[in-house]
Structure formats: structure tokens, C-alpha cells
């Protein structure tokens, strides 16, 4: 047996040439990257090559900057009602508030209002949506929203200054209303005025209802006025709890059907829980609101 010949060693030949190949690259790439960092240490700063750091995105044109401010200063955003719908809108008997005012920079007629409703959720509706049952959103103004319910144009103010910034505790008795003097006439003699008929459907309109929760499903409504006196003109007392509307129970009953039975008929019979007690009233155009 041979251990060395020919043939072994033609290969122990062409292996150490690879191996020296290899190991002269490596050498030679290992000098280039000492000779580079030996250079950046004892070379000039701008020899070495300053980095420049690549540019900042192009900021917006300063001149849309006025633009823009022009845009809010000099042009109404919403929808401005014309003089015509706002005479011929009423105070709206709804349970709604106005949470805010959305302005849409798209197309025209985009601008929108967020709604608190009477189970006290936020709805964001436009132009032409359904608000409530029987309610549709007729426009956005800037402190006020025009609403159609059941055909009749109505309004909702951003901040109504007859009703106040935070309603009043049901147990919390209220302050008696200042007095005003009546106007004097001509010759001095205090004018009288025909107090006006509470009917329903206007005393809808100076009732606030929250909801009164039990096991998380509504079973009544807590009643506070408004401020414009038809529920003290009414017999109604802040913090009536009412049960029953002309003998329905409100238990799972929506608001918007509380406000269209009750604005459908000229009289209404209420049970309501006032002072632990439950208590019948009846309202009637006639006769008012009686026991």
C-alpha cells in the first residue's frame, strides 16, 4: 500500500494554493479596513467625508397658512339658517342636547352634530339622517340644529341660557324664581296678561327626562324643567319620577315614544312617585294639571 504518490500529491498542491489565495484576500481586505480607520482618526474633519444628513420633508407653504385662517375668519363653516327657517322653527320638545358642532372641509352641506339622546348616548348624524324615531336633521347652524319631527320644523340651541349648565339634584329643593314687576302702561297702571294655557304638548317643551335605571332596563323617567315655567305652571315638582302615561307602563319604553303619545293627546294622565308616594295627576287644556 502506498501512502504517498502521485495522485496525493497533486491535490495536497492545488489545496495549498486555494488556501493561500484565501488567506491573502483575507490579508489584503483586513489592511484596506485598518488603513480607512487609520485614516478617519488622523486625517482632517473634511477629509474624512462630513455626513450630511439626508433633508427634512419640505414643510406646508407658509403661504396656505393665511389661507387657511382666512377660510375661518372670513366664511361661516356651517350651514347658515336663512331668517325665514329660524322665525318658523319652534323650541324643539325633544330630549336632545348638543354635544358639538362638526365642520366637514369637503363638500358642501358635510357638516354634522353630535347629538346626546334621551338614553343619554352620543349620535353623530348630517343633513337628511334620522336623529329618533319621527325626527330627521334638517341643518347645522353655528350655535343651533334645525330638526323635522313628525313634519314640524323644529330647533335644538347649542346652549339654551333659560336651562343651566348642570341640572339640579332631585333631592335639592328649588330656590323660589325672582319676581319681576309687571310693565307699567301709559297711565300707570300695571298691565295684566291671560296666563297661557298649558297644554301636552307644550309642556313637552319645558320637561327634561333622565332615565331611571334598575337591573340596567329603564322603568321611568326623572322630570326637571327647563326654565321657560310651563312645569311649575303645570303643578309638576322637580324630581317627579314618572311610572305611567295615560296608563301605560314606561318600563322599555323609548323617550320618542313617550313624546308622541303625549303630544297626540290633549290630555294626559301621569303616575308619578313624588315624595315616596305614587301620585295621579291629569292634564288637561281646560283644567290644567289636577290630582
Sequence with gaps: MKLFGPESGARLAYGSIGRTAVEAVLALTTGLLLARFAWVIVAPGNAAGAFQAPPLPALADASSAPSSLSLLTQTDPFQAASPDMAQAAIPTSLNLQIAGLRWSDGEAGTSSAVLILPDNTQKRVAAGDQIISGAILESVAADRVFLRFNGQLQELLLKDPNKPLFAASSNES????????????????????????VTPALLMTDIDMQPELRNGAVTGYRLSPRGQGHFQAAGLETGDLVLRVNGASLEGMGPDAIQAAVMSSDVIALDVVRRGAIVRLRLSPDSGLSQ
Design 174 to 197: 328649588g330656590a323660589p324664581a325672582p319676581t319681576t314687576s309687571a310693565p307699567q302702561t301709559d297711565q300707570g297702571q300695571t298691565a295684566t296678561s291671560t296666563p297661557q294655557t
